[in-house]
């Protein structure tokens, strides 16, 4: 495998907060019904819809484009079974990510109170053996 792509993001959580309160039609454009539904199981969903747009962002940056190349749906933060988070990227993400030879997507998230920050690694698929 190599490495096609990496982005880094950062995120005020309070930041979030304010722009989710004064316009909340963003929640349903920004993030799928899952990720909607896992955030409002914290008592302060902003941390992880702060997580989850840096996700996003950090994608965009790995596969080298801007706002509005991509959907916000584009890419969902899942979670495997451990719990780790994952990420599953379809439409014209997918379609970019093919393009430039992107297989397999890494993504470690973390927030606090203040911050919300996304890595992410975007890989070309393994070699099959054969």
Do not use: C, N
């Not at 309070?14 to 909607?36: C, I, N």
């Not at 950090?58 to 991509?70: D, F, H, N, P, Q």
């Not at 933060?77 to 451990?82: A, G, K, L, N, R």
């Not at 890595?119 to 070309?124: D, H, K, L, R």
């Amino acid at each position: 495998m190599a490495i096609r792509g990496l982005g880094v993001d950062l995120v005020d959580v309070d930041k979030m907060r304010r722009s989710l309160a004064r316009t909340p039609s963003l929640v349903d454009r920004l993030f799928t019904p899952a990720e909607v539904a896992y955030a409002s199981q914290a008592a302060d969903p902003s941390e992880r819809f702060a997580a989850r747009f840096a996700a996003k962002e950090a994608v965009m940056k790995a596969l080298g484009v801007g706002i509005g190349a991509i959907g916000w749906h584009d890419v969902e933060v899942v979670h495997s079974e451990t719990g780790a988070p994952q990420l599953q990227v379809t439409g014209r993400a997918a379609e970019l990510a093919a393009e430039k030879g992107i297989g397999q997507w890494l993504v470690t998230i973390s927030h606090t109170e203040i911050t919300a920050e996304a890595v992410v690694v975007a890989e070309s698929p393994p070699l099959s053996q054969g």
